[in-house]
């Protein structure tokens, strides 16, 4: 059980707060503490502890009344989120509260949240790859966005440091622009991936089918069980096999005794001193009691997910700051970014009917980006470029088939046919005008602005779309799938799940609100190191990132402590 | 293997102890003697005679048991009381009173009155002009989906339903709850039926 700060008597000062508890959050608090800092971690939700608050996660369909199914007060309760499709009677209670915390969408935007301790690290995805210099370089080579202030080489022994403690499985590659992380042993693919992966790469020169890196243990670590290939991981694990802030960091920072979280702590803003030139503390306001508090501390973490930090940062107003806490250039709020998402081609797999798998592999394939990677796979249809996610299965849907009655119904319990897809992630561009800005004309259920959201794909992102489907088409066609479709779901920004940018590094405080070590250009001790720094999208999936970024801003700030920098 | 044919054989015992014999006997009885054996959440008594009709019909009884057996069409009825809003509601009741109005103009008389030849030939004809679900991938319809007919959504429900029951869930379809190891490529064989989660 960790120290929550909860009663009565409030200790209100600390070495440092963390507001967040979600992936970035959580290794903040980690690194703080272990390095002995007294650390408040802020929650705006519930305590969700590990295993005792999973109450879903050993339910089969038949135990629950409605077997998944929503009631209309839940649909409401979560209008925003049911929009992913992801949400059901097993998850909804990690799903944010979309009535109590409304929204502006000026143009379309999936807002997902998930406000409890751990926040979106019980939800997430779990694929875990490590960014190249493709990646860094990106901005500088062709000019979009500003320069990334750091480089492979600066966030390469963090990538280290953070796969070895949450245990990363994948296959090495020895890809420049994938680079290997340090594997546990790699998942496995099934026969028809196995076949898909012989054809793609024998037809493809330079493509590469490999199963999904992620954070799920295929072998004991660190005192947590590997997985049960349940696939029931957005309830909680119980085996703790899938790397979340509530099984693997908050745990690390609660050993050290260095860590309090307090719950249901809403951050209103973050307290700046002109005269010191930093800030220091926060404002909160208690979720249940409306009651308005401040807390003091030398470091402040801002890991609230990308969108919330910012909106926290927007509305740190003071004569210092007119337009928010940082934003010096004017680039707090902007440069919004979400990779592409359900875009690809899907088909049916003949030869294999006497083939089947046993178990539930919380994982599917990848395919590395081969587009724009050098001199030879360069287009000129669009710049950067996307990467796939995708798996075989047995499927079908047996309410297509056009029989009914004794044989029909025995027909039906035998496995599908084979179906395989890919859906492409395709790196967004930093627009400028891809924006946040706080919206005074509607207020939470605590009064407080919200944000107006304004972002929208452009005709880069639709350029490298089209290449997807066409390239997904191809490959599967190629690999000898029948009934191969293409589809295009044209989803607007925020459903990839992978919201990036809006208080971006940069090596010039004119054009960035960070610098290189994710510290506030004109308030150092204030560090952003969730999604809201990064300086562009990649097209590969973030969170390790934020776990590598996260740990070396911590590392950076208490050395800076100890120079008595800040 | 044995195990598996032993839950089967199991499982089909567990069903027919459930529904008992005289479910379906019932429901096949010739006009004005159909009764229902259970008391609707949503739907009148007559809808709720056409649903259990159609499902009994989509998956009858037979060495494994049927829709009935593991009351598919009450499970439905819950679904519908408690997770459609009034206007899906509405749509539902309305829906079934085109269905039935249709049997009435072509046989002279709805569903639960035409004898089971007609009801095959009405489901055949039904099977052809409700339309088809596109795939999906991660939970979302890739594509544009066409509009989906009365039949086939109710048919997509009653496999649901069917599938997620603990009966069929856990003693016919195979039931592994914690698999531990996954292996990617094995014989069909070894297997059987499909997974149940």
Redesign the interface.
């Given at each position: 059980m960790a120290n929550y700060n909860i009663d009565a008597k409030k200790e209100v000062t600390y070495d440092a707060i963390v507001i967040g508890s979600g992936i970035s959050g959580g290794w903040a608090a980690k690194e703080l503490c272990e390095q002995g800092l007294k650390t408040l971690v802020l929650e705006r939700g519930r305590i969700v502890e590990h295993v005792m608050d999973y109450p879903t996660m050993?339910l089969?369909?038949?135990d629950s009344?409605?077997?998944g199914?929503?009631?209309?007060e839940q649909?409401k309760k979560h209008q925003v989120s049911i929009r992913s499709?992801?949400v059901s009677t097993d998850t909804a209670h990690f799903w944010a509260d979309d009535e109590a915390n409304p929204y502006t969408e000026v143009k379309p935007f999936l807002w997902l949240r998930g406000h409890q301790m751990g926040g979106r690290s019980l939800l997430w995805g779990k694929q875990t790859y490590r960014w190249s210099d493709l990646d860094f370089e990106a901005n500088a080579k062709d000019g979009h966005g500003v320069d990334w202030p750091i480089r492979y080489k600066d966030i390469e022994p963090w990538y280290t440091h953070v796969e070895k403690f949450a245990g990363i499985s994948g296959e090495p590659l020895g890809l420049p622009q994938l680079p290997d992380s340090h594997f546990l042993p790699p998942?496995?693919?099934?026969?028809v991936?196995?076949h898909v992966k012989s054809r793609i790469e024998k037809e493809f020169d330079g493509r590469h089918l490999i199963i999904g890196r992620c954070a799920h243990l295929t072998v004991p670590h660190n005192g947590r069980g590997q997985c049960?290939?349940?696939n029931r991981c957005s309830r909680g694990c119980p085996y703790g096999a899938y790397f979340s802030s509530n099984s693997v960091t908050l745990p690390a920072a609660q050993a050290t005794g260095n860590l309090t979280i307090r719950p249901f702590s809403i951050v209103q803003s973050i307290i700046y001193d002109e005269a010191k030139g930093k800030a220091t503390g926060v404002r909160i306001i208690d979720a249940e009691t409306n009651e308005d508090i401040e807390y003091s501390a030398k470091v402040i973490f801002c890991n609230a997910s990308t969108l919330s930090t910012t909106q926290i940062l927007l509305n740190s107003k003071s004569d210092r700051f007119e337009n928010g806490l940082g934003n010096d250039s004017g680039e707090l709020g902007h440069n919004l970014m979400d990779h592409t998402y359900?875009v690809g081609a899907?088909g049916k797999v003949e030869g294999f009917?006497?083939?089947?798998?046993?178990?539930?592999?919380p994982n599917g394939i990848y395919i590395p980006r081969y587009v724009n990677i050098d001199e030879k796979s360069k287009t000129d249809k669009f710049l950067r470029g996307f990467g796939f996610q995708g798996g075989g299965y047995?499927?079908g849907?047996?309410?297509?088939i056009?029989?009914?009655?004794?044989d029909?119904?025995?027909s039906?319990?035998?496995?599908?046919p084979w179906?395989f897809?890919i859906?492409g992630f395709a790196e967004c561009l930093p627009y400028h005008d891809n924006q946040v800005n706080l919206n005074t004309d509607v207020l939470d259920k605590w009064g407080q602005p919200t944000l107006a959201i304004d972002a929208e794909f452009k005709a880069n992102e639709k350029a490298a779309n089209k290449q997807i489907q066409e390239d997904a088409v191809a490959m599967l066609q190629k690999s000898g799938l029948k009934d191969v479709?293409g589809?295009d779901?044209e989803h607007p920004p925020g459903y990839g799940v992978h919201e990036m940018g809006t208080a971006r590094m940069g090596r010039n405080p004119k054009t960035s609100v960070l610098n290189g070590f994710n510290q506030v250009h004109a308030a150092k001790n204030v560090f952003v190191t969730d999604g809201a720094c990064m300086t562009s999208s990649s097209c590969v999936n973030p969170s390790l990132t934020y776990m590598a970024i996260t740990a070396r801003a911590a590392y950076h700030a208490v050395s800076e402590l100890k120079k008595m920098n800040l | 293997m044995d195990r598996r044919s032993v839950l089967k054989k199991t499982g089909l015992l567990a069903g027919a102890a459930i529904a008992g014999p005289s479910m379906l006997s019932l429901l096949h009885s010739c006009k004005n003697e159909t009764r229902l054996t259970w008391q609707p959440e949503f739907f009148t008594v007559d809808e709720a005679k056409t649903v259990s009709t159609l499902m009994d019909t989509i998956l009858p009884r037979t060495e494994t048991p049927g829709a009935l057996d593991v009351k598919v069409d009450m499970f439905i009825d819950k679904v519908i009381s408690k997770t459609y809003d009034a206007m899906g509601q509405q749509y539902m009741r309305d829906e079934i009173a085109v269905f039935n109005a249709d049997c009435t103009k072509d046989f002279g008389a709805i569903f639960i009155d035409l004898d089971e030849a007609k009801r095959i030939e009405i489901l055949k004809e039904a099977e052809k002009t409700s339309g088809k679900f596109n795939p999906g991938i991660w939970g979302t319809t890739v594509g544009d989906q066409e509009p989906i007919g009365f039949y086939r959504s109710m048919k997509s429900m009653a496999i649901w339903a069917y599938f997620t029951s603990e009966e069929i869930g856990e003693n016919v379809l195979n039931y592994d709850p914690v698999p531990g190891n996954y292996e990617g490529c094995i014989p069909l064989s070894d297997i059987g039926n499909r997974w149940s989660l």
């Amino acid at each position: 059980m960790a120290n929550y700060n909860i009663d009565a008597k409030k200790e209100v000062t600390y070495d440092a707060i963390v507001i967040g508890s979600g992936i970035s959050g959580g290794w903040a608090a980690k690194e703080l503490c272990e390095q002995g800092l007294k650390t408040l971690v802020l929650e705006r939700g519930r305590i969700v502890e590990h295993v005792m608050d999973y109450p879903t996660m050993n339910l089969d369909p038949w135990d629950s009344e409605l077997r998944g199914g929503l009631t209309p007060e839940q649909k409401k309760k979560h209008q925003v989120s049911i929009r992913s499709n992801w949400v059901s009677t097993d998850t909804a209670h990690f799903w944010a509260d979309d009535e109590a915390n409304p929204y502006t969408e000026v143009k379309p935007f999936l807002w997902l949240r998930g406000h409890q301790m751990g926040g979106r690290s019980l939800l997430w995805g779990k694929q875990t790859y490590r960014w190249s210099d493709l990646d860094f370089e990106a901005n500088a080579k062709d000019g979009h966005g500003v320069d990334w202030p750091i480089r492979y080489k600066d966030i390469e022994p963090w990538y280290t440091h953070v796969e070895k403690f949450a245990g990363i499985s994948g296959e090495p590659l020895g890809l420049p622009q994938l680079p290997d992380s340090h594997f546990l042993p790699p998942m496995e693919l099934n026969c028809v991936e196995k076949h898909v992966k012989s054809r793609i790469e024998k037809e493809f020169d330079g493509r590469h089918l490999i199963i999904g890196r992620c954070a799920h243990l295929t072998v004991p670590h660190n005192g947590r069980g590997q997985c049960q290939n349940r696939n029931r991981c957005s309830r909680g694990c119980p085996y703790g096999a899938y790397f979340s802030s509530n099984s693997v960091t908050l745990p690390a920072a609660q050993a050290t005794g260095n860590l309090t979280i307090r719950p249901f702590s809403i951050v209103q803003s973050i307290i700046y001193d002109e005269a010191k030139g930093k800030a220091t503390g926060v404002r909160i306001i208690d979720a249940e009691t409306n009651e308005d508090i401040e807390y003091s501390a030398k470091v402040i973490f801002c890991n609230a997910s990308t969108l919330s930090t910012t909106q926290i940062l927007l509305n740190s107003k003071s004569d210092r700051f007119e337009n928010g806490l940082g934003n010096d250039s004017g680039e707090l709020g902007h440069n919004l970014m979400d990779h592409t998402y359900r875009v690809g081609a899907m088909g049916k797999v003949e030869g294999f009917d006497d083939k089947y798998y046993k178990g539930r592999r919380p994982n599917g394939i990848y395919i590395p980006r081969y587009v724009n990677i050098d001199e030879k796979s360069k287009t000129d249809k669009f710049l950067r470029g996307f990467g796939f996610q995708g798996g075989g299965y047995r499927g079908g849907n047996p309410a297509n088939i056009e029989d009914f009655g004794a044989d029909y119904k025995d027909s039906i319990l035998k496995p599908g046919p084979w179906e395989f897809f890919i859906t492409g992630f395709a790196e967004c561009l930093p627009y400028h005008d891809n924006q946040v800005n706080l919206n005074t004309d509607v207020l939470d259920k605590w009064g407080q602005p919200t944000l107006a959201i304004d972002a929208e794909f452009k005709a880069n992102e639709k350029a490298a779309n089209k290449q997807i489907q066409e390239d997904a088409v191809a490959m599967l066609q190629k690999s000898g799938l029948k009934d191969v479709i293409g589809f295009d779901n044209e989803h607007p920004p925020g459903y990839g799940v992978h919201e990036m940018g809006t208080a971006r590094m940069g090596r010039n405080p004119k054009t960035s609100v960070l610098n290189g070590f994710n510290q506030v250009h004109a308030a150092k001790n204030v560090f952003v190191t969730d999604g809201a720094c990064m300086t562009s999208s990649s097209c590969v999936n973030p969170s390790l990132t934020y776990m590598a970024i996260t740990a070396r801003a911590a590392y950076h700030a208490v050395s800076e402590l100890k120079k008595m920098n800040l | 293997m044995d195990r598996r044919s032993v839950l089967k054989k199991t499982g089909l015992l567990a069903g027919a102890a459930i529904a008992g014999p005289s479910m379906l006997s019932l429901l096949h009885s010739c006009k004005n003697e159909t009764r229902l054996t259970w008391q609707p959440e949503f739907f009148t008594v007559d809808e709720a005679k056409t649903v259990s009709t159609l499902m009994d019909t989509i998956l009858p009884r037979t060495e494994t048991p049927g829709a009935l057996d593991v009351k598919v069409d009450m499970f439905i009825d819950k679904v519908i009381s408690k997770t459609y809003d009034a206007m899906g509601q509405q749509y539902m009741r309305d829906e079934i009173a085109v269905f039935n109005a249709d049997c009435t103009k072509d046989f002279g008389a709805i569903f639960i009155d035409l004898d089971e030849a007609k009801r095959i030939e009405i489901l055949k004809e039904a099977e052809k002009t409700s339309g088809k679900f596109n795939p999906g991938i991660w939970g979302t319809t890739v594509g544009d989906q066409e509009p989906i007919g009365f039949y086939r959504s109710m048919k997509s429900m009653a496999i649901w339903a069917y599938f997620t029951s603990e009966e069929i869930g856990e003693n016919v379809l195979n039931y592994d709850p914690v698999p531990g190891n996954y292996e990617g490529c094995i014989p069909l064989s070894d297997i059987g039926n499909r997974w149940s989660l």
